[in-house]
T-cell receptor, first 115, second 112 residues
Framework: DAGITQSPRYKITETGRQVTLMCHQT?????MFWYRQDLGHGLRLIYY???????DKGEVPDGYVVSRSKTENFPLTLESATRSQTSVYFC??????????????FGPGTRLTVL | DAKTTQPPSMDCAEGRAANLPCNHS???????VYWYRQIHSQGPQYIIH???NNETNEMASLIITEDRKSSTLILPHATLRDTAVYYC?????????????FGKGTSLLVTP
């Protein structure tokens, strides 16, 4: 049971480059989320998706693009990376039935550094 | 979602019970109390949730006061691996996948 995975785990890039962070879950959860966590802070929602081809903005969406062509994948793209996007990025998914509906399961995170 | 207040840090000796408080005085009748934790550099992990009755699972117990304005997460026999930041989150139970509003949580240090 692989659960939810993220790749790469670590990424260093330069300002202005495009970067895509991958998220894959094996549970067929409908909802998926992208959060960022800056040093010493809590998590902030970037984008979320209710199902394939349905996405919506969260609290801090500027500079990010998402897509969801398949239920199990939810890639996050930084179209032109900036230093302020240096952060740890977490992907999460939620099941939508049963007692533990609304429990979010998180991936291990991707640590992104923009030089 | 109701706002929560947690102490920024706590210590606990290994093997003892860790009692983590959370105040949520503005909680409404249909809001649940959720607890997550984040061990250093890892993704947050669900612990437990409840509405008004006390709850227990293999990880922890959740005690919610009768007026629901506060709650306590209890780790009955804390181990070094329980050192983490613990987040108390209050929100409506939903099958539509609302995002979680993580505050700053309580940093729990379990010492030998």
């Amino acid at each position: 049971d692989a659960g939810i995975t993220q790749s790469p785990r670590y990424k260093i890039t330069e300002t202005g480059r495009q970067v895509t962070l991958m998220c894959h879950q094996t549970w067929s959860h409908s909802y998926m989320f992208w959060y960022r966590q800056d040093l010493g802070h809590g998590l902030r929602l970037i984008y979320y998706s209710a199902a394939a081809d349905i996405t919506d903005k969260g609290e801090v969406p500027d500079g990010y693009v998402v897509s969801r062509s398949k239920t199990e994948n939810f890639p996050l793209t930084l179209e032109s990376a900036t230093r302020s996007q240096t952060s740890v990025y977490f992907c999460a998914s939620t099941q939508t039935s049963g007692r533990y509906t609304d429990t979010q399961y998180f991936g291990p995170g991707t640590r992104l550094t923009v030089l | 979602d109701a706002k929560t207040t947690q102490p920024p840090s706590m210590d606990c000796a290994e093997g003892r019970a860790a009692n983590l408080p959370c105040n949520h005085s503005t909680i409404s009748g249909n809001e649940y109390v959720y607890w997550y934790r984040q061990i250093h550099s890892q993704g947050p992990q669900y612990i437990i949730h409840g509405l008004k009755n006390n709850e227990t699972n293999e990880m922890a117990s959740l005690i919610i006061t009768e007026d629901r304005k506060s709650s306590t997460l209890i780790l009955p026999h804390a181990t070094l691996r329980d050192t983490a930041v613990y987040y108390c989150i209050v929100r409506v139970f939903s099958n539509s996948g609302y995002a979680l509003n993580f505050g700053k949580g309580t940093s729990l240090l379990v010492t030998p």
